[in-house]
């Protein structure tokens, strides 16, 4: 049951705002981000698992938080809704796989999946004030994003 409600949390961008059409690449299996990766791999892979944990605001973007709400306006109505909609997971950290993790200077793109179904999303985070947050993903960024590759 687990399973089923983590791939569904991981669906939950592509069901809000429609399915889309990625390329077909290649995929590279290896985990980056799992136990001894650097330190800024470890800041990446924390932030992105507790913002799929935990409804705090501040792991977001304002751009993000603003995006993916209800049609907010105002990063404080948005920040509301956030918490008002959130319900808590029926899955915890260890069910979450944060692979191929790529830093490029102030901004870093990672894939959340999982080891239980075919079900991954491309997320990007930014660097502000010395602090991860997530920035968008592949459904929701302004700028082309490379999809997650398409598992067989």
Not at 128 to 139: A, H, L, N, P, T
Request: proline share 4%; with cysteine.
């Amino acid at each position: 049951m687990n399973r089923i409600r983590l791939a569904a949390a991981l669906l939950v961008p592509l069901l809000v705002t429609a399915c889309g059409d990625g390329d077909d690449e290649a995929a590279d299996d290896e985990e980056t981000s799992t136990d001894g990766g650097t330190p800024e791999e470890e800041a990446i892979r924390d932030t992105l698992v507790q913002s799929l944990l935990d409804p705090r605001c501040d792991l977001l973007t304002e751009e993000y938080l603003l995006e993916i709400s209800f049609g907010a306006e105002d990063y404080d109505v948005a920040c509301e809704q956030r918490g008002e909609s959130w319900v808590e997971p029926q899955y915890d950290e260890d069910d979450i796989v944060v692979s191929d993790i790529v830093v490029t200077g102030d901004t870093a793109t990672a894939v959340i999946g999982d080891n239980f179904s075919n079900v991954t999303t491309t997320y990007e985070l930014t660097l502000v004030d010395g602090e991860w947050k997530v920035s968008c993903d592949e459904i929701n960024c302004d700028h082309d994003l490379e999809p997650s590759p398409e598992v067989s």
